[in-house]
């Protein structure tokens, strides 16, 4: 794994627009950073296929073990919505995606830091953006991204059941908008017929029990970039048990999005190569640790404290409770400290993106990195 220093492309901007990512540049700072790339041989991509596909099997594995140990309350999860998450579970709602984030510097195995397993976003820039610049710049060369193929054949697969979905997000977002843009052009080309709203746009119809549209009618299939634990607090999630609705990701990624899974699956699998040791704040970790709330996004209130130095961000998460995990040392470029984000579609493995900081703590304008792999 190395880190290369190159030259953007003279019509970066202008590349990154044609496919939908109108973001790469939000405040004037960048986002999406084509001046250095990642280089890995091609064992070191099976590793990160194998780490992923091994993560995804154990999360699974947890899920069982929550649900038949009650653990839901070191989740936080509200007591009402237990049943509909158990509910869902044991109907094998399907789950297109998820994301898990690694600490790896090409030695060794990849460490979890934590699985974003409801709204993970950086999809259009992995699955589309980088491809489209290996093709520019490095065209002998390939990258671990089977992210577009899988995304369409697994809408190819939920069609069947489930012909028309509406897509719904946050509509002031520009990147979850250019996020849910994309995945709903790859359920298009599959074949769906889809219908885009904002989050705030839903209604709910008493009389019947239903979501609606603005035309007023019935939502029956929702793709939501949204978190769960929001839709919970909202003032309709009560009525989510009682509406005929099939959501993507399903209620049960609830249970694997929460930073929580992080000491379940320490206490499941101790000492397993992919994971660090984790625990709740009841029974804190000695030595050096990072401290994350159970619902922290985009790096919000992470604590790293390492010997008597404390790098922490700040943000409205903590009142949820805490998780302590191992600290491990990112690997350090030159200064910048990248996180391998590893994607699962529709079960299986199907490429990388990679963010990177000046800090340890990977934020919400951490810098995108392209990468490619050759032969060993």
């Not at 697969?157 to 012909?163: E, L, S, T």
């Not at 839903?202 to 634990?229: C, M, T």
């Not at 922490?312 to 409770?321: K, P, R």
């Amino acid at each position: 794994m190395q880190r290369l220093e190159l030259d953007p492309r003279d019509d970066w901007q202008q590349q990154l627009e044609a496919v939908g990512m109108n973001y790469h540049t939000p405040n004037g700072e960048p986002y999406w950073d084509e001046s250095a790339c990642y280089r890995f041989s091609a064992s070191q991509i099976d590793i990160l296929d194998d780490a992923t596909a091994e993560l995804h099997s154990l999360c699974l594995q947890a899920i069982e073990t929550i649900i038949s140990r009650r653990l839901f309350n070191k989740l936080r999860i509200p007591a009402w919505a237990i049943p509909y998450i158990v509910a869902s579970w044991e109907r094998h709602e399907p789950s297109i995606y998820g994301r898990f984030d690694l600490a790896w510097d090409g030695q060794g195995a990849p460490k979890l830091l934590e699985y974003n397993a409801d709204t993970p976003t950086a999809l259009l820039e992995a699955g589309v953006a980088q491809w489209f610049w290996l093709r520019d710049r490095f065209p002998d060369a390939d990258q671990f991204n089977s992210i577009h193929e899988k995304l369409i054949a697994f809408w190819q697969r939920y069609r069947q059941n489930q012909p028309n979905l509406h897509f719904a997000c946050v509509a002031e977002s520009d990147e979850d908008l250019g996020n849910l843009e994309y995945l709903r052009d790859t359920a298009i080309q599959a074949g769906l017929t889809s219908h885009w709203l904002a989050i705030e746009q839903i209604g709910w119809e008493p009389s019947a029990h239903r979501f609606v549209d603005l035309r007023n009618q019935p939502i029956r299939a929702l793709f939501k970039l949204y978190p769960w634990e929001w839709l919970l607090q909202d003032e309709f999630g009560r009525y989510l048990p009682q509406a005929r609705i099939s959501i993507l990701e399903p209620p049960w990624k609830l249970l694997l999005s929460n930073k929580g899974i992080l000491p379940i699956l320490w206490e499941l699998f101790p000492d397993h190569p992919n994971l660090l040791p984790a625990s709740f704040e009841d029974k804190p970790l000695q030595g050096d640790y990072v401290r994350k709330p159970l619902y922290s996004r985009e790096g919000a209130n992470i604590e790293i404290r390492r010997g008597c130095s404390t790098i922490e961000t700040g943000g409205s998460y903590g009142s949820e409770g805490y998780i302590y995990q191992r600290h491990v040392q990112l690997p350090n470029f030159a200064g910048n400290f990248p996180v391998i984000g590893s994607w699962i579609i529709a079960d299986q493995a199907a490429g990388i993106g990679i963010r990177e900081d000046k800090i340890e703590i990977t934020g919400n304008n951490s810098r995108f990195i392209p990468h490619y792999f050759v032969e060993n």
